[in-house]
């Protein structure tokens, strides 16, 4: 008999309940009591939701993230919080954001913020972790408070519960040594740790455990792979049984070393390692569970069950109850549930399928499987008939965007002269000063401006009455920028909902959601749009706002659009043809709209590519061939314009010194950066690597309510100034600062400013 098993779920609540209540607490409108109680609840109702599968996962529940719960289970906590009073909530939002709630940090000065945890992509998703630190004297404590709590809900609600953790291998893999130390000497004792974890688990009468050790599908060298085997050879004691679960990519080189580690079971990603399967199953012992990921956890069409069926029914016959079937990862990268998407138009909703109905799905695959197709005839013919209507339906098929793509000729990527031509015109053309100042493009989205949105979606308030409260807090933005002395400004995007929903709502081939949200860290959600069909842009999108921005004030005003490769890795893609195929598309209908700026006289365009680093392939082997169309694609987009036109690119929070000849190769004119969270650890890719054209790393951590010191900001401007010369050198946060509140905004960019002209005037002197 089948298994059928969950690896995660959403855990912000089908209407964002958490986020709001995270908010609130942060703010010091409410308790922690509350918020606890809030977790409770969600806990409660996720796992009423996934009733009907044979294993539900407890432990997967977060208040902000899995790898920083599995820190605090560790007790591996930065000195720089350690002694802090309060709630041991207070020290875990510490750690998160820089700072718990107000009413926390009232009590005492000493508390009233920390330096942020580093935070980047898990993997190659838009979910963001907060990186463990470790150094060489770590040491690692016990606690299961957490861990144990939700175990025992779960209990007392009849749950068959398989608690999740994050592996020992991929937890040290994906931390930092902050002294350069090798962690993988912490690995004796941080397995001592995680023995007597497993042990607690198996005292409370836990079967199966689910350890997740995703850094299995990337290239391991010999000295982690035999970290596998050193780990899982002394876990193997402990009283549970173990399913390791990979996801996100490819075994291939690891597969035989995976097969073999000493654990009950293996859960390998079946949509990205379909032809993975058939060779572990034959490495395989007689006695392991192998457990197919068949459902695809990151994106939101149906899956084909009939074709599912037809490729796992013999599978089954081979391995009868050693078979588990599974989504392919953790369900947290999808929105919770189709049924709320009430305005959806019915055909488009028909092709889709979000957490809740995957484990309907799920659950259906198990029934034909164990009691034969004839069970869920219904359910397959349904099934069967939407699939057909998707590939047969003509707002998928553009001929006219297909032949545009066909004929996309290289001078489309090309910029008339070399940088230090355009440079100069530039130079000319700007009259900036050295070290010059500016924001990334946002500014906060207050209360006044997602009302008037809101007013405005329900017919509330008309066109006109709509654009002139956005002109109105645009007016306000100019005026912010002009009196902090800002140099370049921006309009602040007060009429725009989220950097790829605004895009994506202006350009055929795109639907959206009303609650399709996923976590994206913290209580910061995204609500992805759903890119179905060809792409083409039937009109201008931004240059209204940016001309009456820039008729507001005398200083150069940016255009702020987002680029092809973040509008293809922030949405739910297409899965009937190749994303190279959907990102040159997208290339052809942003590069219109950089045209149509030039053309009105907007003389500084950014093109954020947030998200290029983080569409890269897990192996190294595979990023070639990405990094081509990617870079391709920018440079379609942003590559037709005249020298005089300053093109900048912006990407945040992502590990790319690997990768900086391609973001070179972008030929961008500037490219601003996140590098305040990492002390400027981004820019070690400039110690061998010559970038040859200007550069903003940001000084302002703009996901931290902590207000950045000028004296702050000065000294890591002087670390970069260590390998990008002074005359090539922006200064500016490291993001947008929608999220933020303006008191504190005004204050940091205060600060921001100061340094510049303090930085200009050392030069001088």
């Known amino acids: 008999m089948v298994t059928t098993h969950n690896l995660g779920f959403p855990r912000i609540g089908a209407q964002r309940e958490l986020k709001f209540a995270l908010e609130s607490y942060w703010k010091g409108e409410s308790s922690s009591q509350s918020l606890k109680d809030l977790g409770a609840q969600l806990r409660q109702r996720h796992w009423a939701h996934q009733q009907g599968i044979d294993l539900v996962p407890v432990g997967d529940f977060s208040f902000y993230d899995q790898v920083l719960d599995m820190s605090f289970t560790l007790g591996?906590?930065?000195?720089?919080?350690?002694g802090f009073h309060g709630d041991a909530l207070d020290n875990y939002f510490r750690v998160a954001r820089g700072r718990s709630a107000k009413s926390a940090e009232a009590h005492s000065a000493c508390c009233g913020g920390v330096a942020a945890g580093e935070m980047t992509k898990w993997f190659d998703t838009n979910y963001h972790y907060i990186v463990p630190e470790f150094n060489a004297a770590t040491a690692f404590k016990l606690d299961t408070t957490r861990l144990l709590a939700h175990l025992t809900e779960a209990k007392a609600q009849?749950?068959?519960?398989?608690?999740?953790?994050?592996?020992?291998?991929t937890y040290l893999s994906i931390g930092k040594a902050k002294d350069n130390s090798d962690r993988l000497a912490l690995l004796p004792r941080l397995l001592v740790i995680y023995t007597e974890l497993l042990n607690t688990l198996a005292a409370q009468g836990v079967e199966w455990v689910q350890i997740d050790e995703p850094i299995l599908v990337t290239e391991l060298d010999a000295d982690w792979q035999h970290a596998f085997n050193t780990a899982y050879h002394q876990l193997k004691s402990c009283k549970v049984k173990l399913l390791l679960a990979t996801y996100f990519g490819q075994l291939q080189e690891n597969a035989y070393i995976t097969a073999n580690l000493p654990v009950a079971g293996i859960h390998i990603d079946a949509i990205n390692d379909r032809e993975g399967v058939l060779p572990l199953i034959n490495l395989l012992p007689a006695h392991k569970v192998l457990s197919l990921g068949v459902i695809n956890g990151r994106n939101i069409w149906k899956t084909d069950l009939t074709a599912v069926l037809d490729w796992i029914e013999p599978l089954a016959e081979r391995l009868g109850d050693r078979l588990w079937i599974a989504p392919s990862c953790s369900l947290l990268h999808v929105p919770v549930d189709l049924a709320s998407e009430e305005k959806l138009d019915a055909e488009v909703r028909s092709w889709l399928s979000f957490a809740l109905q995957k484990l309907e799905e799920l659950q259906v695959l198990g029934t034909a499987l164990r009691e034969g197709r004839h069970a869920v005839n219904a359910a397959l013919t349904a099934n069967q008939a939407a699939l057909a209507a998707r590939r047969a339906s003509p707002r998928v098929h553009n001929p006219v965007v297909r032949a545009a793509?066909?004929?996309?000729?290289?001078h489309l990527g090309l910029r008339k002269s070399p940088y230090t031509q355009r440079a100069a015109r530039q130079s000319a053309l700007l009259n900036l000063p050295v070290y010059p100042t500016t924001t990334i493009g946002s500014f906060p989205q207050t209360a006044d401006i997602r009302h008037a949105r809101s007013e405005f979606k329900a017919g509330h308030l008309d066109a006109s009455g709509y654009k002139a409260a956005m002109h109105a807090e645009i007016a306000r933005s100019?005026?912010?920028?002009?009196?902090?002395?800002?140099?370049?400004?921006?309009?602040?995007?007060?009429?725009?909902?989220?950097m790829v929903e605004y895009f994506g709502e202006q350009l055929e081939g795109y639907v959206f959601s009303q609650f399709g949200w996923v976590q994206s860290y913290g209580s910061r959600c995204v609500k992805p749009p759903i890119l179905l069909g060809d792409i083409h842009r039937p009109r201008p999108m931004t240059v209204e706002w940016t001309t009456y921005a820039q008729s507001l004030t005398g200083k150069p005003m940016k255009g702020m659009l987002t680029g092809p490769v973040t509008l293809l890795n922030w949405s739910f893609v297409r899965d009937d043809q190749p994303r190279s195929v959907s990102c040159k598309q997208l290339a052809l209908a942003i590069r219109d709209e950089v045209l149509d700026l030039e053309k009105a006289g907007v003389r500084v365009i950014q093109i954020d590519e947030a998200a290029l680093r983080e569409g890269l392939p897990l192996r190294k082997s595979q990023w070639q061939e990405y990094l081509d169309w990617a870079v391709e694609s920018f440079r379609i987009t942003a590559n037709g314009v005249r020298d005089e036109t300053q093109i900048h690119t912006h990407m945040c929070y992502s590990e790319f010194n690997d990768i900086i000849a391609s973001i070179a190769d972008m030929d961008a004119d500037v490219i601003t950066i996140e590098t305040s969270r990492s002390d400027m650890e981004l820019l070690d890719a400039f110690d061998d690597f010559n970038y040859p054209n200007e550069m903003g790393p940001g000084v302002y951590d703009i996901h931290s309510p902590n207000i950045p010191t000028q004296e702050h900001m000065i000294q890591l401007m002087q670390q970069a100034a260590t390998r990008i010369p002074p005359e090539r050198l922006w200064v500016n946060p490291d993001c947008g600062l929608k999220t933020r509140q303006w008191p504190e905004v005004i204050a940091a960019l205060t600060n921001m400013v100061a340094a510049a002209k303090t930085l200009r005037a050392s030069l001088v002197a």
């Open 76 to 82: 591996n906590l930065p000195e720089r919080v350690s």
């Open 158 to 169: 009849g749950v068959k519960a398989k608690p999740v953790i994050v592996g020992p291998v």
């Open 405 to 410: 793509v066909a004929h996309i000729a290289p």
């Open 478 to 498: 100019v005026r912010e920028q002009e009196a902090l002395g800002l140099d370049v400004l921006v309009h602040g995007e007060a009429e725009r909902n989220d």
